[in-house]
Protein backbone atom coordinates (compact mmCIF):
# COMPACT_ATOMS: atom_id res chain seq x y z
CA UNK A 1 0.00 0.00 0.00
CA UNK A 2 1.26 3.33 -1.37
CA UNK A 3 2.27 5.74 1.60
CA UNK A 4 2.43 9.98 1.68
CA UNK A 5 5.29 11.75 3.29
CA UNK A 6 2.96 13.30 5.00
CA UNK A 7 1.63 10.35 6.73
CA UNK A 8 4.97 8.77 7.30
CA UNK A 9 5.92 12.07 8.82
CA UNK A 10 2.87 13.03 11.03
CA UNK A 11 4.49 11.13 13.89
CA UNK A 12 7.38 13.70 14.03
CA UNK A 13 5.82 16.77 13.05
CA UNK A 14 2.95 16.09 15.83
CA UNK A 15 5.80 14.57 19.17
CA UNK A 16 5.79 17.15 21.63
CA UNK A 17 6.67 16.87 25.37
CA UNK A 18 9.91 16.08 26.97
CA UNK A 19 13.29 16.85 25.44
CA UNK A 20 13.51 16.61 21.17
CA UNK A 21 16.60 16.80 19.85
CA UNK A 22 16.51 17.39 16.19
CA UNK A 23 19.84 17.91 13.97
CA UNK A 24 20.01 18.64 10.25
CA UNK A 25 23.84 17.92 8.31
CA UNK A 26 24.70 19.03 5.19
CA UNK A 27 25.79 16.05 2.72
CA UNK A 28 28.35 17.20 0.35
CA UNK A 29 30.31 13.31 0.37
CA UNK A 30 33.22 14.81 2.03
CA UNK A 31 33.42 12.63 5.02
CA UNK A 32 35.25 14.54 7.15
CA UNK A 33 32.72 17.75 6.67
CA UNK A 34 29.91 15.58 7.67
CA UNK A 35 31.41 14.15 10.74
CA UNK A 36 32.11 17.75 12.00
CA UNK A 37 28.75 18.65 12.13
CA UNK A 38 27.63 15.48 13.27
CA UNK A 39 30.47 16.35 16.30
CA UNK A 40 29.35 20.13 16.92
CA UNK A 41 25.28 18.50 16.99
CA UNK A 42 26.56 16.62 19.88
CA UNK A 43 28.68 19.41 21.61
CA UNK A 44 25.76 21.36 21.56
CA UNK A 45 22.84 19.03 22.44
CA UNK A 46 25.42 18.01 25.59
CA UNK A 47 25.09 21.39 26.78
CA UNK A 48 21.13 21.89 26.74
CA UNK A 49 20.31 18.91 27.97
CA UNK A 50 22.55 18.96 30.45
CA UNK A 51 19.71 20.65 33.00
CA UNK A 52 16.84 18.28 31.43
CA UNK A 53 18.32 14.97 32.46
CA UNK A 54 20.87 12.81 34.37
CA UNK A 55 24.36 12.00 33.33
CA UNK A 56 23.59 8.67 32.40
CA UNK A 57 19.97 9.41 30.86
CA UNK A 58 22.58 11.81 28.81
CA UNK A 59 24.48 9.69 27.31
CA UNK A 60 21.85 7.08 26.60
CA UNK A 61 20.42 10.05 24.64
CA UNK A 62 23.41 10.80 22.50
CA UNK A 63 24.33 7.37 22.05
CA UNK A 64 22.63 7.03 18.35
CA UNK A 65 24.65 10.23 17.42
CA UNK A 66 28.07 9.16 18.59
CA UNK A 67 27.47 5.64 17.06
CA UNK A 68 26.60 7.69 13.79
CA UNK A 69 29.61 9.68 13.60
CA UNK A 70 31.89 6.23 14.10
CA UNK A 71 29.97 4.57 11.02
CA UNK A 72 31.26 5.31 8.39
CA UNK A 73 30.02 2.87 5.80
CA UNK A 74 26.35 3.80 6.61
CA UNK A 75 27.30 7.81 6.63
CA UNK A 76 29.31 6.94 2.88
CA UNK A 77 26.01 5.23 2.07
CA UNK A 78 23.66 7.92 2.35
CA UNK A 79 23.67 10.07 -1.01
CA UNK A 80 21.25 12.87 0.53
CA UNK A 81 21.48 15.53 3.10
CA UNK A 82 20.76 14.03 6.77
CA UNK A 83 18.15 14.66 9.02
CA UNK A 84 18.08 13.38 12.88
CA UNK A 85 15.08 13.30 15.05
CA UNK A 86 15.59 11.78 18.80
CA UNK A 87 13.74 11.57 21.97
CA UNK A 88 14.16 9.55 25.02
CA UNK A 89 12.02 6.67 23.31
CA UNK A 90 12.70 7.07 19.54
CA UNK A 91 14.56 7.54 16.80
CA UNK A 92 14.76 7.93 12.89
CA UNK A 93 17.15 9.10 10.31
CA UNK A 94 16.27 11.14 7.29
CA UNK A 95 18.11 11.11 3.82
CA UNK A 96 16.55 14.74 2.70
CA UNK A 97 16.77 15.64 -1.00
CA UNK A 98 16.13 19.10 -0.42
CA UNK A 99 18.65 21.76 0.68
CA UNK A 100 19.11 22.27 4.81
CA UNK A 101 21.14 24.77 7.01
CA UNK A 102 23.13 22.29 9.00
CA UNK A 103 22.63 22.87 13.05
CA UNK A 104 21.15 21.33 16.05
CA UNK A 105 17.88 22.22 18.20
CA UNK A 106 16.79 21.04 21.52
CA UNK A 107 13.63 21.48 22.76
CA UNK A 108 10.23 20.27 23.28
CA UNK A 109 9.44 19.61 20.14
CA UNK A 110 10.83 18.66 16.76
CA UNK A 111 12.30 21.08 14.27
CA UNK A 112 9.84 19.86 11.51
CA UNK A 113 10.28 23.55 8.71
CA UNK A 114 12.46 21.75 6.87
CA UNK A 115 10.31 18.39 6.53
CA UNK A 116 6.91 20.90 5.66
CA UNK A 117 9.19 22.66 3.03
CA UNK A 118 10.21 19.07 2.09
CA UNK A 119 6.91 17.70 1.62
CA UNK A 120 5.49 20.76 -0.62
CA UNK A 121 8.72 20.87 -3.79
CA UNK A 122 9.48 17.08 -3.41
CA UNK A 123 5.48 16.50 -4.75
CA UNK A 124 4.51 12.77 -4.85
CA UNK A 125 2.83 11.05 -7.92
CA UNK A 126 1.61 7.90 -9.58
CA UNK A 127 2.37 6.69 -12.98
CA UNK A 128 0.18 4.12 -14.48
CA UNK A 129 1.24 2.22 -17.30
CA UNK A 130 -1.08 0.79 -19.87
CA UNK A 131 0.79 -2.01 -22.03
CA UNK A 132 -0.76 -4.83 -24.20
CA UNK A 133 -2.47 -6.88 -21.57
CA UNK A 134 -0.91 -5.50 -18.34
CA UNK A 135 -1.18 -2.58 -16.29
CA UNK A 136 2.36 -0.82 -14.69
CA UNK A 137 2.25 1.34 -11.44
CA UNK A 138 5.12 3.25 -10.16
CA UNK A 139 5.61 5.44 -7.10
CA UNK A 140 7.91 8.64 -7.63
CA UNK A 141 8.89 12.18 -6.17
CA UNK A 142 11.01 14.65 -8.35
CA UNK A 143 14.05 12.73 -7.06
CA UNK A 144 13.13 9.13 -6.58
CA UNK A 145 11.07 6.62 -8.62
CA UNK A 146 10.39 2.84 -7.35
CA UNK A 147 8.30 0.17 -9.31
CA UNK A 148 4.85 -0.56 -7.22
CA UNK A 149 3.01 -3.80 -9.21
CA UNK A 150 2.04 -5.13 -12.17
CA UNK A 151 -1.54 -6.64 -13.07
CA UNK A 152 -2.22 -8.90 -15.98
CA UNK A 153 -5.60 -7.77 -16.74
CA UNK A 154 -7.65 -10.65 -18.15
CA UNK A 155 -8.64 -11.16 -21.72
CA UNK A 156 -6.02 -8.72 -23.42
CA UNK A 157 -8.68 -5.50 -22.96
CA UNK A 158 -5.86 -3.18 -23.06
CA UNK A 159 -5.46 -4.23 -26.92
CA UNK A 160 -8.17 -4.61 -29.31
CA UNK A 161 -11.03 -7.17 -27.78
CA UNK A 162 -10.98 -9.24 -30.83
CA UNK A 163 -14.51 -9.77 -32.95
CA UNK A 164 -13.64 -13.40 -33.87
CA UNK A 165 -13.83 -14.38 -29.83
CA UNK A 166 -16.74 -11.73 -28.50
CA UNK A 167 -18.38 -11.23 -32.05
CA UNK A 168 -21.25 -9.60 -30.60
CA UNK A 169 -20.84 -5.55 -29.21
CA UNK A 170 -22.54 -6.77 -26.31
CA UNK A 171 -20.33 -9.45 -25.20
CA UNK A 172 -17.03 -6.89 -25.70
CA UNK A 173 -19.14 -4.41 -23.80
CA UNK A 174 -18.95 -6.89 -20.80
CA UNK A 175 -15.25 -8.05 -20.89
CA UNK A 176 -14.46 -4.22 -21.34
CA UNK A 177 -16.36 -3.76 -18.34
CA UNK A 178 -14.95 -6.48 -15.74
CA UNK A 179 -11.61 -6.01 -16.81
CA UNK A 180 -11.90 -1.97 -15.93
CA UNK A 181 -13.26 -2.89 -13.06
CA UNK A 182 -10.89 -5.33 -11.80
CA UNK A 183 -8.35 -2.49 -12.76
CA UNK A 184 -10.01 0.00 -10.40
CA UNK A 185 -10.10 -2.72 -7.51
CA UNK A 186 -6.40 -3.07 -8.16
CA UNK A 187 -5.27 0.55 -7.71
CA UNK A 188 -8.16 1.25 -4.97
CA UNK A 189 -6.06 -1.35 -2.72
CA UNK A 190 -2.69 0.23 -3.60
CA UNK A 191 -4.24 3.89 -3.01
CA UNK A 192 -6.59 3.26 0.33
CA UNK A 193 -3.95 5.61 2.28
CA UNK A 194 -2.82 8.27 -0.05
CA UNK A 195 -4.09 9.50 -3.15
CA UNK A 196 -1.02 11.83 -4.90
CA UNK A 197 -1.52 12.68 -8.24
CA UNK A 198 -1.72 10.17 -11.06
CA UNK A 199 -0.58 10.08 -14.29
CA UNK A 200 -1.52 7.64 -17.18
CA UNK A 201 0.48 6.74 -20.20
CA UNK A 202 -1.37 4.27 -22.56
CA UNK A 203 -4.59 3.11 -24.23
CA UNK A 204 -6.73 6.46 -23.82
CA UNK A 205 -10.03 5.13 -24.12
CA UNK A 206 -8.91 2.63 -21.22
CA UNK A 207 -7.60 5.42 -19.12
CA UNK A 208 -10.82 7.59 -19.66
CA UNK A 209 -13.06 4.78 -18.94
CA UNK A 210 -10.81 3.97 -15.60
CA UNK A 211 -11.36 7.29 -14.74
CA UNK A 212 -15.34 6.52 -14.61
CA UNK A 213 -15.12 3.58 -12.77
CA UNK A 214 -12.34 4.59 -9.86
CA UNK A 215 -13.37 7.81 -7.09
CA UNK A 216 -9.57 9.71 -7.67
CA UNK A 217 -9.57 13.52 -7.25
CA UNK A 218 -6.12 13.87 -8.71
CA UNK A 219 -6.60 11.51 -11.49
CA UNK A 220 -4.96 13.81 -14.73
CA UNK A 221 -7.19 14.16 -17.16
CA UNK A 222 -5.07 13.73 -20.22
CA UNK A 223 -2.78 11.14 -20.76
CA UNK A 224 0.99 11.24 -20.96
CA UNK A 225 1.35 9.15 -24.13
CA UNK A 226 -0.84 7.26 -26.62
CA UNK A 227 1.52 3.97 -25.78
CA UNK A 228 3.82 3.07 -23.19
CA UNK A 229 6.80 0.43 -22.91
CA UNK A 230 9.09 0.28 -19.40
CA UNK A 231 11.59 2.44 -22.04
CA UNK A 232 9.73 5.23 -21.56
CA UNK A 233 10.27 5.44 -18.10
CA UNK A 234 13.02 7.95 -17.65
CA UNK A 235 11.40 10.22 -20.27
CA UNK A 236 7.51 10.12 -19.32
CA UNK A 237 8.98 10.84 -15.35
CA UNK A 238 10.94 14.16 -16.43
CA UNK A 239 7.74 15.59 -18.22
CA UNK A 240 6.09 14.62 -14.77
CA UNK A 241 8.44 16.60 -12.90
CA UNK A 242 7.92 19.44 -14.77
CA UNK A 243 4.31 19.38 -14.83
CA UNK A 244 4.61 18.93 -11.03
CA UNK A 245 7.24 22.26 -10.70
CA UNK A 246 4.68 24.06 -12.99
CA UNK A 247 1.86 23.38 -10.59
CA UNK A 248 3.76 24.23 -7.44
CA UNK A 249 4.32 27.65 -8.88
CA UNK A 250 0.93 28.13 -9.88
CA UNK A 251 -0.43 26.89 -6.33
CA UNK A 252 2.26 29.06 -4.90
CA UNK A 253 1.12 32.39 -6.49
CA UNK A 254 -2.81 31.13 -6.09
CA UNK A 255 -2.33 31.43 -2.35
CA UNK A 256 -0.15 34.61 -2.29
CA UNK A 257 -2.83 35.93 -3.79
CA UNK A 258 -5.66 34.95 -1.51
CA UNK A 259 -3.38 36.09 1.20
CA UNK A 260 -3.84 39.49 -0.49
CA UNK A 261 -7.29 39.61 -1.08
CA UNK A 262 -7.92 38.32 2.47
CA UNK A 263 -5.57 41.51 4.02
CA UNK A 264 -8.51 43.75 2.30
CA UNK A 265 -10.89 42.01 3.59
CA UNK A 266 -9.37 42.70 7.30
CA UNK A 267 -8.61 38.75 7.61
CA UNK A 268 -4.90 38.45 7.14
CA UNK A 269 -2.28 38.87 9.61
CA UNK A 270 1.57 39.44 9.64
CA UNK A 271 2.18 40.99 13.01
CA UNK A 272 3.69 38.01 14.73
CA UNK A 273 1.90 38.56 18.13
CA UNK A 274 -1.55 38.96 16.46
CA UNK A 275 -0.59 35.69 14.71
CA UNK A 276 0.40 33.58 17.64
CA UNK A 277 -2.89 34.66 19.52
CA UNK A 278 -5.04 33.59 16.83
CA UNK A 279 -3.18 30.65 16.55
CA UNK A 280 -4.11 29.54 20.01
CA UNK A 281 -7.64 30.92 19.10
CA UNK A 282 -7.58 28.26 16.58
CA UNK A 283 -8.47 30.98 14.28
CA UNK A 284 -5.67 30.20 11.55
CA UNK A 285 -7.22 28.83 8.41
CA UNK A 286 -3.32 28.87 6.32
CA UNK A 287 -0.17 30.22 7.80
CA UNK A 288 2.81 31.14 5.39
CA UNK A 289 6.32 31.18 7.11
CA UNK A 290 9.89 32.06 6.37
CA UNK A 291 11.89 29.36 5.24
CA UNK A 292 15.85 29.60 6.80
CA UNK A 293 15.22 31.98 9.56
CA UNK A 294 14.67 31.27 13.22
CA UNK A 295 12.99 33.10 15.80
CA UNK A 296 13.58 31.62 19.42
CA UNK A 297 11.38 31.76 22.58
CA UNK A 298 8.39 30.02 23.60
CA UNK A 299 5.28 30.10 22.67
CA UNK A 300 1.88 28.93 24.70
CA UNK A 301 -0.19 27.20 22.46
CA UNK A 302 -3.40 27.97 25.22
CA UNK A 303 -2.70 31.36 25.61
CA UNK A 304 -1.10 32.67 22.46
CA UNK A 305 1.33 34.31 24.50
CA UNK A 306 5.18 34.51 23.16
CA UNK A 307 8.62 35.11 24.93
CA UNK A 308 11.39 36.45 22.02
CA UNK A 309 14.91 35.78 23.32
CA UNK A 310 18.03 36.99 21.19
CA UNK A 311 19.10 33.39 20.72
CA UNK A 312 17.92 30.05 21.90
CA UNK A 313 18.87 29.91 25.78
CA UNK A 314 17.53 26.39 26.77
CA UNK A 315 15.88 22.90 25.61
CA UNK A 316 13.03 24.54 26.18
CA UNK A 317 13.16 27.56 23.57
CA UNK A 318 12.31 26.14 20.12
CA UNK A 319 11.92 28.01 16.82
CA UNK A 320 8.65 30.04 17.40
CA UNK A 321 7.71 29.89 14.07
CA UNK A 322 8.18 26.18 13.99
CA UNK A 323 5.80 25.99 16.84
CA UNK A 324 3.08 28.44 15.69
CA UNK A 325 3.33 25.70 12.42
CA UNK A 326 2.98 22.73 14.22
CA UNK A 327 -0.42 24.40 16.43
CA UNK A 328 -1.65 25.22 13.22
CA UNK A 329 -1.38 21.63 12.31
CA UNK A 330 -2.62 20.00 14.94
CA UNK A 331 -6.13 22.29 14.60
CA UNK A 332 -6.66 21.32 10.99
CA UNK A 333 -4.65 24.38 9.56
CA UNK A 334 -2.41 24.51 6.15
CA UNK A 335 1.22 25.55 6.45
CA UNK A 336 3.05 26.69 3.71
CA UNK A 337 6.80 26.87 4.32
CA UNK A 338 7.98 29.44 2.07
CA UNK A 339 11.07 31.66 0.80
CA UNK A 340 10.70 35.09 3.14
CA UNK A 341 11.02 37.30 -0.47
CA UNK A 342 7.08 35.28 -0.79
CA UNK A 343 5.98 37.56 2.33
CA UNK A 344 5.75 41.26 2.01
CA UNK A 345 7.69 43.91 3.71
CA UNK A 346 9.77 41.66 5.11
CA UNK A 347 7.95 40.01 7.37
CA UNK A 348 8.26 36.34 8.68
CA UNK A 349 4.74 34.96 8.59
CA UNK A 350 1.84 35.39 7.41
CA UNK A 351 -1.67 34.22 8.81
CA UNK A 352 -4.86 33.80 6.64
CA UNK A 353 -7.79 33.76 9.53
CA UNK A 354 -11.32 32.39 9.94
CA UNK A 355 -13.85 34.22 12.43
CA UNK A 356 -14.13 37.28 13.90
CA UNK A 357 -10.27 39.25 14.46
CA UNK A 358 -11.79 41.94 17.07
CA UNK A 359 -10.08 39.73 19.96
CA UNK A 360 -6.55 39.81 18.36
CA UNK A 361 -4.45 41.96 20.68
CA UNK A 362 -0.97 43.23 18.90
CA UNK A 363 0.03 43.06 22.89
CA UNK A 364 -2.34 41.72 24.92
CA UNK A 365 -1.22 38.74 27.48
CA UNK A 366 2.43 38.78 25.40
CA UNK A 367 5.86 39.96 26.42
CA UNK A 368 9.06 40.19 24.07
CA UNK A 369 12.66 40.49 25.82
CA UNK A 370 14.83 43.33 24.91
CA UNK A 371 17.09 42.11 21.66
CA UNK A 372 20.41 43.76 20.50
CA UNK A 373 19.86 46.58 17.31
CA UNK A 374 21.66 43.88 15.31
CA UNK A 375 18.93 41.30 15.85
CA UNK A 376 15.76 43.26 15.19
CA UNK A 377 13.72 41.76 12.40
CA UNK A 378 10.14 42.47 10.91
CA UNK A 379 7.52 40.20 12.37
Known amino acids: MILEKRNTLRPLIESSGGVHLTAYFINTGDLGHLKAQIQSAITKAEVEIEPAMHSTDQRLFL ?18 N ?4 RTAKTLRVLALPIEVDSGCVVATSFHVKPLLRWMRVDQEFLLLGLEGHMAHLYAGTQHSLQFVESLKVPDGFLEAIPKKRFPDAVGRKVVRAEAIRSLADWLSKHTRMAKPKLFVAGNCEIAKALKKAVFYPKFRKHTLADTF ?18 DALSDLEKIVTEFHFAEERKAARRNIFQIAKAVALGRVRKLMIADGVKIFGRFNAKTGALAIHSHDLDHEDDDILDDLAQSVLAKGGEVIVTSKEDIPDGHLAWALLDGPTSELSATAGLRAQPRR ?3 RMAV
Do not use: M, W, Y
Not at 82 to 85: D, K
Open 373 to 375: ADQ
Open 229 to 246: EPSQIQALCFEIRTHLEI
Open 63 to 80: APLRLLLTNDNLLKGIKH
Open 82 to 85: IGVF
